[in-house]
């Protein structure tokens, strides 16, 4: 139904106070009359006398019969055309006067044709009249509305063209810069000042003009998309003298953009052909289509970039270190494009190109690339982009024979896959095939048992989709594709490899990951990890974490199997004191790990024998790490002590509970009679330099108590042997607690010497006395001494010395 003007905009201005959008205006300022002209100034002699006579010749050319029609008609203002012609002066009193008597084509003129002007071209339809004070308004309402629309959408396109014009005015002052530069001329010498002026000026415009274009974009991103593009332009500079830190300025600009106005959902381009879309829709899709368009040019030129380190041997050495510092820089944009959008477009691309990274020459670059993927793998919940990873790594490791370093492999230690079993998808499985066994049961059944069945499925299949149970199994077959990636490189490295660089990476992976292997694989494993353990070729590292592996099994669905530990505890005790405070001071964090695990954890399975030689072990240990190691194993003794009273008789020295002799040398702890020692290194540590340490020996001196003299504080007590290790690491050369600033205190004053024989003390002050090196005369106190006997007994000097000659033969 269409209604006029008139009352569109009253209901406009009604919805506008509604919303409080209405500005109300309670004293509108009187509006000036338009007719009204400033008195123009007065012509003074000769030119007053030739203004007027040329007037007087124009009214002259003019006849009576016009001259009169003309005067009445602008008197009475009946013609728009004639408002502000006035030929006489009206005076001041009668301004302020309306006029009453206007013509009658003037009032048509302002009631029938009002608002005409602004749409002409437009098809009007009559509607009834208005009544107002001057009389009846024919109103008029537009018939086609699209023809408006279609002028409004004009109107819109020219407003945002002119915007777009003065926004590209405002940035492109850089252009102009570059003119006011400073001029070199080829024919005359330069200096090196003037040079470094020249420079400095450049890279002064470079700078103004990559800051001008990214506010602009980051103010209004989708107007100012054409900022874009310059800025690419920049990352191309081929001035030699500039051009490796515009290219710097404008990577790290765009990185910095692109991080703020990114998404964090997929874009997907869907052409749709014949479908009409909203504007803001349409201009929604332009505006991601053209931004896609440029985020993908921008990673093509930091992947060009960041090529120059794939090369390999003599070509990387012809490459300077400016291009390695650039390609460096392309590659952490592109991490951190990766962890900041992990779910945008090209995420998968950015992996693909970043994979091969981790095995360069370059240390910084694979640290750099491990911490990247590391973040990228604990903030995955998907699992998806995980995954891409994880099939690369494998795919990259194959075929070079796992000859690569250990950060391609030690970087699956950062995957979120601790709550995967792998042994659930077998029982699924299982149950698969038991409901195929019911196929030929439903397939009997009558039509209507088999609608009511299916409606019943699609009933459950809504509630789960309520629950959000469907992505949650589409979530853990994500990740149980990922474990069993994993484990394909981990069994591929110990089958084929397992003396490689990176055999300690992939058993600190097995030992992480353990409890997610198949059951039907643990004896496989055991044998195999027994195997490099009896071959003695690994290192302090990959023996522990040998034995962490196994044990690890065996104390979760492992426990089920028929393996004797035996064998895997006598490699522990013999290598505990390989541990010190030297260079294998790093591996106490595995050295504690495996103790929980073979020792608190499977506290049960144990001999008595077996704890109590294993207790004796760890204290002397202690006795050379560092003051957090030595820590994490008191915790351990302390722990063991509490869960039972078979090693306190450690701390009694006068039970003699055992027969024989204590042999530390020996490497089986069943057999080497621990139980007939004390720990006499607990006496030791209460004498230790940090007063942690003092406190945990205390407590295990006085049969750990929980309150009272000898307890520990709260705080440290819940600590287990891992965390209170890590909370008094040195690492940080930080000391906790911090050491007290020592107390002044005054030295004493030294008080005179007082000699027991006075004969003595004449003689000291008489050589004192005297000049030495004048005289080389040397003080001897044992000849003083000898005299003074000799003169007490009555015997010179000279008989003494001939009785010493006859006693000795001579």
Known sequence: MKISKVKKSNQRRTKLSKQGKLKSRRH????????????????????????SDDNQDMLEMVEKDDLSFLENAISNKSYDLLKKIRLTEVPRETKKKKLVDENLEYRYEKTAFKGVEDEIGKEYKLLLPIKTKEGLVKTRAIEKEEAVEEQDEEVAEEKEENRENEVGAEEKQWEINDENLIEL????????????????????????????????????????????????????ERNPEVYITVRKLATASLLEIFKDILPSYHIVQIKQNGIKLKKDTLQLQNFEAELLKYYKKYLQNLEKTAKVLYKKGNAMRKVGDREIQLAMLAVNCMCDLLVTHPYFNFANNIAKFLIPLLDSKLQSIRETILKCFTQVFKEDKRGELSLSIVQQLNKYVKPRGHSVHHEVISV???????????????????????????????????????????????VEQ?????????????????????????????????KQTPSSKILSACLEGLAKFAHCINLEFYQDIVNVLSTLLE???????????????????????????NIDPQRFYCHLYKNLLNVHAGKSHSEIGIVLKVLVQSLISRHKNITRNRLIAFVKR???????????GALGALNVIKTIMQQGKATQSLLDTDSGAGDGIFLPELEEPEYCNAQC????????????????????????????????????????AKLNPLEICQ?????????????????????????????????????????????????????????????????????????RNYIAKRKRGK
């Open 28 to 51: 509108r300022e009187k509006k000036k009359n338009a007719t009204q002209k400033a008195p123009q100034p007065r012509l003074n002699g000769v030119e007053q006398e030739e203004a």
């Open 185 to 236: 001329d080829d024919n005359e010498p330069v200096s090196t000042a003037k040079l470094l002026a020249c420079r400095e000026e450049v890279l002064k415009s470079r700078r103004y003009a990559i800051g001008i274009l990214s506010s602009g974009i980051l103010e209004d991103p989708e107007l100012r998309m054409k900022n874009f593009a310059m800025l690419l332009e920049f990352m191309q």
């Open 412 to 458: 699956l230690l950062g995957l979120r896959i601790k709550d995967i079993n792998l042994d659930k998808e077998r029982e699924e499985e299982m149950k698969q095939k038991k409901l195929m066994s019911h196929k030929q049961r439903i397939l009997a059944l009558s039509k209507r048992e088999r609608k009511k069945n299916k409606k019943l499925e699609q």
């Open 535 to 561: 071959e003695g070729n690994l290192g302090l590292r990959e023996r522990l974490n040998c034995i962490l592996t196994v044990f690890v099994i065996l104390s979760g669905q492992g426990s089920a199997l």
């Open 618 to 628: 760890i204290a002397t240990m202690s006795l050379g790490l560092q003051h957090n």
């Open 727 to 799: 909370e008094f690491d040195p690492a940080e050369v930080a000391f906790k607690p911090a050491v007290a600033v020592p107390k002044k205190v005054t030295p004493k004053v030294p008080s005179n010497h007082e000699f027991v024989n006075s004969d003595f003390k004449i003689y000291i002050n008489d050589l004192y006395n005297r000049d030495v090196a004048t005289n080389d005369i040397r003080l001897d106190y044992c000849a003083f001494i000898r005299k003074r006997k000799c003169a007490s007994n009555g015997v010179s000097v000279d008989d």
């Open 677 to 716: 020692t004390a720990l006499w290194e607990i006496a030791a540590l209460q004498r230790h330099y940090h007063i942690t340490v003092h406190q945990f020996a205390k407590n295990i001196a006085w049969e750990v108590p929980s309150t009272g003299e000898g307890s520990l504080a709260p705080t440290i």
């Open 462 to 494: 809504e509630l789960l989709e309520t629950k959000a149970e469907e992505n949650k199994k589409a979530k853990e077959k994500v990740f149980t594709e990922i474990t069993g990636v994993t484990f394909t490189i981990y069994f591929r490295i110990l």
